[in-house]
């Protein structure tokens, strides 16, 4: 630009008399007041470093790490680094760190992986270390004096009602319910109850009847959407887990099927069946010297249930627990049926056969008719062979039988046995892989044979 066009545009006054010897006087002055300073070049950088670390601080802290929030209105807010909530109108929230307290309220949870997080409600403690969920607190309806207990009052946070109810719903990963020393941990498309009654699972039906109880947490239309997002995530994870278990299948059928192939050396065809799960052709080879072979189910008086993390290698879901159990407990009635007076007649004592159970009364049994007729054990393992490679018909119902044959007759078929009972919530096929699957609890045994028949 023009510099004479500006000075033109805007005229500078000229400067007051006097103007040129104040400013140098002035500079002169605090030149002469300054001073050398003796603090060392160390200790400016550690205070440098002080306040570098100050600020850092206050940066992974802000006002993220710490704050409440009453929401008029569905909303949003950061929860330190890991977590994000959204809240229904009437929703109350405060928060430091990874410990939150809900009051009041419905409010969906994301939190991501990176250490213990926990949701404090008036009713019990939700604890993740990853995954979505939903909260709702509420008051149930009021309880009488005679069934309030000792241990609500413990447990009632910060004086809150001891009525307060707390309904969780859990859509991806794993969170703990806790309550006066109980916990709960739910999956993905669970759903549990935290309650003067403890911490527990419900079921979709129990689920509805808690929400629907609940005073004081938002409802409506916004409520009966979120129920009918939760059956919808629900039902999807179903889905995917059905999926999962048939990859799971298949998967072990390929593994299978590529160990026998690898054992092959006679170029015929892989047997792609468990070693134990034998047909007629394997009794027939197993005929030839009166060996027997059989697997069976653990021997679980009680039952057996598989753990969370059997279930997901299987890929089974929760509700697949209770039938697995029973057939366990079916499988042991059975099996116990037949050896237990055996056991007792072979050693004379029916206390002490209770305390050695099947396995061991299995070999007792053996062992002492050996010592009797070593002769007539091994005949009657012979028949056992030739029975169930068709070469002889099946025993008769209500037949006498060497007590030997009765002993391996019902150890060799228990397999079967066991197959039909998970069959009937499984079906067939599912019914056979669970059962010679690695996941499942099992034992096996193979008693040598006699040789073959003298001629």
């Excluded at 939903?134 to 149930?140: H, I, L, M």
Aim: charged share 30%.
């Amino acid at each position: 630009m023009d510099r004479r066009l500006l000075e033109e545009a805007w005229p500078a006054d000229e400067p007051t008399q006097g103007f040129a010897e104040r400013v140098v006087e002035r500079a002169r002055t605090e030149r002469a007041s300054r001073r050398p300073s003796r603090v060392p070049r160390f200790a400016l950088a550690g205070v440098a470093l002080a306040a570098a670390a100050t600020l850092l601080l206050w940066l992974a802290l802000g006002t993220e790490s710490q704050g409440s929030m009453l929401a008029r209105e569905r909303t949003e807010v950061r929860i330190g680094s890991r977590a994000s909530a959204v809240l229904e109108a009437g929703a109350s929230v405060e928060w430091r760190g990874p410990e939150v307290r809900q009051a009041d309220g419905e409010i969906f949870y994301r939190v991501e992986p990176g250490g213990a997080f926990v949701v404090k409600t008036p009713a019990g403690d939700v604890s993740v270390l990853g995954t979505c969920f939903r909260v709702r607190v509420g008051q149930a309806p009021p309880k009488g004096e005679a069934e309030m207990k000792r241990r609500d009052l413990a447990v009632a946070a910060g004086g809150a009602a001891l009525a307060a109810v707390a309904v969780v719903t859990v859509y991806e990963g794993r969170v703990q319910l806790s309550h006066a020393g109980g916990r709960v941990t739910l999956g993905a498309g669970e759903s549990g109850k935290l309650g003067p009654d403890g911490a527990k699972k419900v079921t979709a039906d129990e689920l509805a009847d808690a929400e629907q109880s609940l005073k004081g947490a938002s409802g409506g239309a916004l409520a009966t959407a979120n129920e009918n997002l939760a059956r919808d995530i629900s039902e999807l994870n179903r889905r995917l887990k059905g999926i999962e278990k048939e990859k799971g299948k298949l998967e072990e059928q390929l593994a299978t099927a590529e160990r026998e192939l690898a054992k092959r050396t006679d170029g015929g065809a892989a047997r792609g069946r468990h070693e134990f799960d034998m047909d007629q052709q394997d009794w027939s080879e197993l005929a030839k010297d009166g060996t027997i072979k059989y697997r069976h189910p653990c021997f679980k008086p009680s039952g057996w249930k598989p753990s969370a993390e059997q279930l997901e290698e299987l890929g089974l879901a929760p509700d697949d627990v209770e039938p697995i159990d029973a057939a366990y407990k079916r499988s042991y009635e059975r099996l116990w049926k037949t050896i237990r007076p055996l056991c007792a007649k072979a050693i004379g004592n029916a206390e002490v056969v209770d305390v050695l159970g099947p396995d061991t009364c299995t070999h007792v049994v053996v062992d002492a008719l050996r010592k009797q007729e070593n002769s007539g054990v091994g005949e009657a393992m012979r028949q056992v062979a030739e029975a169930r490679a068709g070469q002889r018909p099946a025993p008769a119902g209500g037949k006498d039988q060497h007590p030997v044959f009765e002993l391996f007759w019902g150890l060799t078929g228990e397999m079967s046995a066991f197959e039909a009972d998970l069959a009937q919530s499984f079906g067939p096929e599912e019914a056979k892989r669970l059962a010679y699957s690695k996941g499942l609890c099992a034992g096996h045994s193979t008693f040598g044979g006699p040789g073959p028949r003298q001629k």
